[in-house]
């Protein structure tokens, strides 16, 4: 896409790319979708008690994981596109995977947040823009993966090269199973991407609760879906379906280091938000930032008492 891919050549084995299927940068994709899709769940079942004050510091901790993950989302596949011409199957079937565990995630935190998004028309059309571009990456994805299942595209040439090879004659029960997921996969994205946009716009109260929970179980479904096939098919903690020259990915390299001691973020900003929700006892009506002018001191002496 941005250059001439090598499909000339059919090497035996691939370079490993711990930056996209690494133990650290896995690990940190999936600990942060659960812990946003756990806090989601049990806000989405705190609601059915209504007697139970829904807590604040929940909400506000998923609505910043429901930014992260959409941006996110759209980031690793802008940059899997722009590496179309290097990358193998292997890493971009990791990154759709890991788009959709994102994508699963923001829906989620959406399905429980959907009354603070409705509040502000900017905000709510931003959010549904960000889940349109997300659509389209998806959807671009979906046709490469699908284009390389139905070419037999080698594992170990680039993605990009499913544009320049023929058609491949192979046929079997396995290949038309991935025909299948491959598009199931796709129009499921495209129709929770209009119950999303739906759900976000209408202002309806009807099954409202019915619809938080079923859309809930559905989308941590495809969490844990995304999640045990990249764990499965990644080197990290799986088998990959590619020869890969070294074990860079099993490897704790900084950016493999980093990306977990990012995980400590979110208990930070519970502190600070923790921290903010605690009531103190609220200062005089005066400030103390107020300008003292001559005789003031002796007018009013609880400025005299602070001093």
């Not at 025909?179 to 991407?193: D, E, H, K, P, S």
Request: charged share 15%; aromatic share 10%.
């Amino acid at each position: 896409m941005f250059g001439t891919p090598n499909c000339t050549i059919v090497p035996k084995e691939v370079a490993s790319d711990a930056g996209i299927a690494g133990e650290g940068v896995l690990l940190s994709f999936i600990v942060t979708a659960g812990l946003a899709l756990v806090m989601s769940a049990t806000l989405v079942l705190q609601e059915f008690r209504q007697s139970t004050k829904p807590s604040t510091i929940r909400r506000k901790l998923i609505n910043g994981y429901s930014d992260q993950q959409i941006i996110v989302g759209i980031g690793i596949q802008s940059v899997g596109l722009a590496k179309v011409d290097t990358l193998v199957p292997y890493h971009f079937f990791i990154i759709w995977m890991l788009s959709l565990l994102s994508m699963a995630t923001h829906n989620a935190t959406l399905l429980t947040l959907v009354r603070d998004f409705r509040r502000d028309w900017v905000l709510r059309w931003l959010r549904q823009f960000l889940m349109f571009v997300n659509l389209v990456l998806s959807c671009v994805y979906g046709v490469f993966v699908l284009q390389s299942k139905i070419k037999g595209l080698p594992n170990t040439l680039p993605i990009g090269c499913v544009w320049t090879l023929p058609d491949s004659n192979s046929s079997g029960v396995g290949s038309f199973l991935d025909y299948i997921g491959t598009i199931i996969t796709i129009a499921g994205n495209c129709v929770v991407f209009g119950l999303a946009t739906w759900y976000l716009h209408s202002r309806e109260q009807r099954f409202y609760k019915i619809i938080q929970l079923v859309g809930m179980i559905l989308m941590a479904s495809i969490a844990i879906g995304a999640t045990i096939r990249v764990l499965l098919l990644s080197q990290a903690f799986g088998n990959p379906d590619v020869a890969l020259g070294d074990q860079g990915e099993k490897s704790w390299s900084f950016g493999q280091v980093l990306s977990i001691l990012m995980l400590i973020l979110p208990g930070i900003s519970a502190v600070e938000i923790l921290r903010g929700e605690i009531e103190v006892t609220p200062l005089p009506e005066d400030s103390f930032m107020q300008p003292l002018f001559e005789g003031q001191l002796l007018d009013n002496p609880k400025i005299i008492n602070r001093y």
